[in-house]
């Protein structure tokens, strides 16, 4: 196996022995599964570049250089062509979105296989040998050999080139690996993963080939201090179409987080039902159970049967939210009781609601804060928190999950905060000790001067 670190700067010698430059770059065609390599560019004297086709010229090569079957007067140099890519200029340093480990990374050398005459690329060293071996041959021996003594194993972290896919044609910093269609087949929350760690025009380009379904799922799944930027930057149009898709309280915590010509502009471009929802729940203060509630769930009335409400239940639209429980309001609308979804498989068709609900039942006043729902959710072990007004009208639920998102924010700004007083610490730590250091060294120097 070659690496194209090993190669680089190498010298190219013509037929006769004659040194004619050092090797610079290597083109492939993007085509093939394991392309070959097709051009050979190397710099001449006085550094000018020159290019020519692999498989006309090259005679021999290894890790030492490359020798030319002919001598430098019979060279005929080509330009690169539009299906070739350049390993060292395209490539190198360039980041990949490892689908597989679900992470962003950097390309830090390119492996090559040796094929009789031909030499092809096998794929992307993305670990710390390919730093190592960009740096110097020798060091990622030392350190593989020193690791090895003390029972540790440096493996490479080869990414396979069948398994990337060129985002674009001007290799705009980005690239796929393993094909836009696997992209879409990850979990949302694995893309998500994957779009936090791009910058604004990487999430960009690779956002583009999610479909609306996929995207959508995606922005919820991100963290909240990315889902406003990235509304943000999108197109209007398309922006408004994912937030009228998503649940509506996820959509209001990132209008919430919009300028305030961005979200009035979104929500205008809106369906009339999604901005009405959105709008009011914009109206509750953000950190309350009003502010983190969603108006998505299922209710029926106590004279209802039991037929009647799975019949209810059976039409929900598919994409509608995990339903847990089934709410009960009286003759005036208000929250009289709950139904499990248990209750209603075990119960005659023809039962009224009213007689199998549960009516010793909990509940919310919207201005309750986030912290306090959270700690009686998982203090009565409920699925889901109603939320009702003064009257006792059923305004949303507040579910587990964003009792577990409001406790995690709140883990996430205490751990900030660590972090913050712990590299204050270190940095107080050092200058103390840069101190005593130079204190130190100021006695030694007036000793010997002395």
Same mark, same amino acid.
């Given at each position: 196996m070659l690496y194209l670190s090993q190669m680089m700067g190498k010298p190219v010698t013509d037929a006769t022995g004659e040194k004619i430059g050092t090797i610079s770059d290597l083109a492939i065609s993007t085509g093939e599964v394991f392309p070959r390599i097709t051009s050979l560019a190397f710099q001449g004297p006085g550094k000018v570049p020159f290019m020519i086709s692999w498989r006309k010229y090259v005679e021999e090569f290894d890790e030492d250089g490359i020798?030319?079957?002919?001598?430098?007067?019979?060279?005929?140099?080509?330009?690169?062509?539009?299906?070739?890519?350049?390993?060292? @200029?395209?490539?190198? *340093? @360039?980041?990949?979105? /490892?689908?597989? $480990?679900?992470?962003?990374?950097?390309?830090?050398?390119?492996?090559?296989?040796?094929?009789?005459?031909? !030499?092809?690329?096998? $794929?992307?060293?993305v670990g710390t040998r390919g730093i190592l071996r960009g740096l110097a041959p020798w060091l990622e021996r030392a350190v593989v050999a020193v690791a090895r003594a003390f029972g540790k194993k440096i493996d490479e972290q080869i990414i396979a080139w069948n398994y990337m896919d060129l985002l674009d044609r001007d290799l705009s910093e980005v690239q796929l690996s393993v094909t836009h269609k696997r992209l879409d087949e990850l979990h949302p929350a694995d893309v998500a993963d994957i779009l936090e760690q791009l910058d604004p025009q990487q999430r960009a380009n690779v956002f583009q080939h999610l479909d609306d379904a996929q995207a959508t799922e995606a922005i919820s799944e991100m963290d909240d201090e990315y889902q406003a930027d990235f509304i943000e930057n999108l197109d209007t149009k398309r922006a408004a179409g994912l937030l009228g898709n998503m649940d509506p309280d996820d959509a209001a915590d990132i209008v919430r987080d919009l300028s305030y010509e961005k979200a009035e502009t979104l929500l205008r471009l809106m369906g009339m039902e999604d901005a009405t929802e959105i709008r009011r729940l914009l109206g509750y203060k953000d950190g309350t159970a009003?502010?983190?509630?969603?108006?998505?769930?299922?209710?029926?009335?106590?004279?209802?049967?039991? $037929?009647?409400?799975?019949?209810? !239940?059976?039409?929900?639209?598919?994409?509608?939210?995990?339903?847990?429980?089934?709410?009960? !309001? *009286?003759?005036?609308?208000?929250? &009289?009781?709950?139904?499990?979804? @248990?209750?209603?498989?075990?119960?005659?068709?023809?039962? @009224?609601?009213?007689?199998?609900?549960?009516?010793?039942?909990?509940?919310?006043?919207?201005?309750?804060?986030?912290? /306090?729902?959270?700690?009686?959710?998982?203090?009565?072990d409920l699925p889901a928190m109603p939320v009702v007004d003064e009257h006792n009208m059923m305004l949303g639920i507040v579910t587990v999950d964003d009792a577990w998102d409001a406790i995690e924010e709140d883990v996430s700004g205490d751990k900030a905060?660590?972090?913050?007083?712990?590299?204050?610490?270190?940095? &107080?730590?050092?200058?103390?000790?840069?101190?005593?250091?130079?204190? &130190?060294?100021?006695? &030694?120097?007036?000793?010997?001067?002395?």
């Open positions: 020798i030319l079957g002919v001598p430098a007067h019979d060279i005929r140099f080509s330009y690169l062509q539009p299906d070739e890519v350049l390993l060292a @200029r395209d490539l190198m *340093n @360039r980041q990949i979105v /490892d689908t597989q $480990g679900m992470k962003v990374v950097r390309v830090n050398d390119l492996k090559l296989s040796v094929s009789g005459s031909q !030499l092809r690329l096998l $794929g992307a060293e009003g502010g983190m509630m969603t108006t998505q769930f299922v209710a029926v009335h106590d004279d209802d049967t039991v $037929g009647e409400t799975i019949e209810v !239940l059976r039409e929900l639209p598919e994409d509608h939210p995990t339903v847990h429980y089934v709410y009960v !309001l *009286n003759e005036y609308d208000e929250f &009289v009781g709950v139904l499990s979804l @248990r209750t209603l498989v075990l119960t005659d068709d023809s039962t @009224r609601v009213s007689a199998v609900m549960f009516d010793d039942v909990i509940s919310v006043p919207p201005d309750e804060t986030e912290e /306090d729902v959270a700690a009686d959710i998982f203090k009565y905060k660590l972090t913050v007083l712990k590299g204050v610490g270190i940095a &107080v730590a050092a200058v103390l000790f840069l101190a005593l250091y130079t204190l &130190v060294l100021f006695q &030694v120097i007036g000793y010997s001067w002395r």
